[in-house]
């Protein structure tokens, strides 16, 4: 049932049947990706050449169920062939999504043509404790100074959307591009596992960029829906690394003639269940997400509670996975031991006692006090 992460792309859309037989080989090179923590880079000009990196987002306007359900399916795909190549996707479709709702049209237009050419983008936001990202006008230009921390594609990216603190103390967006006196560091202490996604620091002091480099006005990142409701496609990618999961975990059972054991298949159904549930929780919050006619309060405490149940479902597949696959799920080399490294590295995201707290109290609010 390797199909279970894809039954919700139309058979008819070419560029998911073409990124699907990607994801064979993805899976064969993720091993000694991971070994050397070396960046995909064959696997990146592969979703080049079939279209990936430019499909037409949500966001554009269009079509916008269809421009969903295709992106869904493509973030799942790639997660699904390594998780790390899933989040550069992710990375470069969110960084896309931002100049798509907030960039002129002069910016969009660039970013499209680079995009088409295979040029990578990242989303670059987190701040270090100290020594963070900060923008200073010096005549017509913007003078930078400061670091930010896990970036994704360090190194790797062709143009980054970072944020920068104003001397007003705000949050202003910027497009930069790569290779003007930037420095990509590796982070002090190395991530445990997405060791592909090459998530480093990079230190822009002494960088100046143009006008033309703004993103929006400041404020913009933070503005809802958009910042909460982004949440859907990293959840599309780690129920991709689920999909992964599951079938490694089958085809061992399966090869060691363990299946059909009835603990075996208990822990199986409801890994799958787990699998299901993820599913569906990806399809409805990235519909929730991009449909412009939904309440943004709702939106975005719906994409949270997906997001932490994604995050559940995942993990329970995580610790059933390794009860069924013993020892062997613990050990490098095993594709389970990497999976489930990148996936339980990147479920790591941003405030989830918040995110679930405040769908909470959203969803709480909305029943009345008079309810039978
Ligand atoms: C593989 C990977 C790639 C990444 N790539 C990028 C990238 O390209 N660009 C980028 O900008 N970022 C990136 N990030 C960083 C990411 O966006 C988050 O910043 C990061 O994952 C947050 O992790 P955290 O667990 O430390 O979060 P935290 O928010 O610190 O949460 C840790 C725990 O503390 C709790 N908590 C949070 N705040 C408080 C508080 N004030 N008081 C008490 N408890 C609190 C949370 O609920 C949670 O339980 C990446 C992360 C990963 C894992």
């Known amino acids: 049932m390797s199909g279970g992460c894809m039954r919700d792309r139309d058979p008819s859309h070419d560029l998911v049947e073409r ?13 000694a990706l991971d070994e050397d923590a070396t960046f995909p880079t064959e696997d990146m000009i592969a979703l080049r ?14 079509h916008q169920d269809e421009a969903t359900d295709l992106l869904a399916s493509l973030l799942t795909l790639t997660g699904s062939g390594n998780l790390s190549i899933g989040r550069l996707f992710e990375a470069h479709v969110n960084a896309l999504h931002l100049l798509a ?49 896990f970036c994704s594609g360090a190194g790797h990216v062709a143009h980054a959307v ?9 949050q202003q967006m910027a497009i930069v591009p790569m290779g003007q006196g930037e420095q990509a560091k590796l ?3 190395q991530l ?20 033309e480099a703004l993103l929006g006005r400041p404020g913009d990142y933070l503005r809802e829906p958009d910042f909460s409701c982004g949440a859907w496609r990293g959840s599309a990618v780690a129920f991709g690394g689920v999909c992964a999961l599951l079938d490694v975990t089958i085809k061992d059972l399966r090869a060691r003639d363990r299946m059909n054991e009835p603990n075996q298949l208990a ?22 997400a991009e449909d412009k006619r939904v309440e943004p309060r709702e939106a975005v405490a719906y994409v949270g509670l997906a997001r932490i149940a994604v995050e559940s479902a995942c993990l329970d597949v995580m610790r059933l996975t390794q009860r069924s696959l013993g020892l062997s799920a613990f050990r490098r080399g095993h ?38």
């Open 187 to 189: 982070l002090p202490g």
């Open 19 to 31: 990124v699907a037989t990607l994801v064979p080989e993805m899976r064969r090179r993720a091993a």
């Open 49 to 62: 050449q079939v279209g990936a990196l430019s499909i037409p987002l949500p966001a554009d306007g269009g």
């Open 192 to 211: 445990q596992g997405m060791r592909s996604a090459v998530t480093g620091m990079v230190d822009f002091s002494g960088v100046e960029v143009g006008q």
């Open 101 to 149: 709702r907030y960039g002129t049209a002069a910016q969009r237009s660039a970013a499209r043509k680079a995009a088409a050419m295979g040029e990578l983008h990242a989303l670059w936001v987190t701040d270090p404790a100290a020594g963070a990202l900060r923008m200073t006008p010096v005549q017509d230009r913007w003078r930078m100074d400061g670091v930010k921390m």
């Open 162 to 170: 970072v944020t920068a603190a104003l001397e007003s103390g705000e």
């Open 267 to 288: 822990r199986l159904g409801h890994a799958m269940i787990a699998r299901e549930t993820s599913r569906l929780w990806v399809r409805n919050a990235a519909r929730i």
């Open 335 to 372: 594709p389970a031991e990497r999976i489930c490294r990148d996936l339980g590295t990147y479920l790591r995201q941003p405030s989830p006692d918040e995110v679930l707290s405040e769908a909470a109290s959203w969803f709480g609010h909305r029943v009345p006090h008079d309810a039978p």
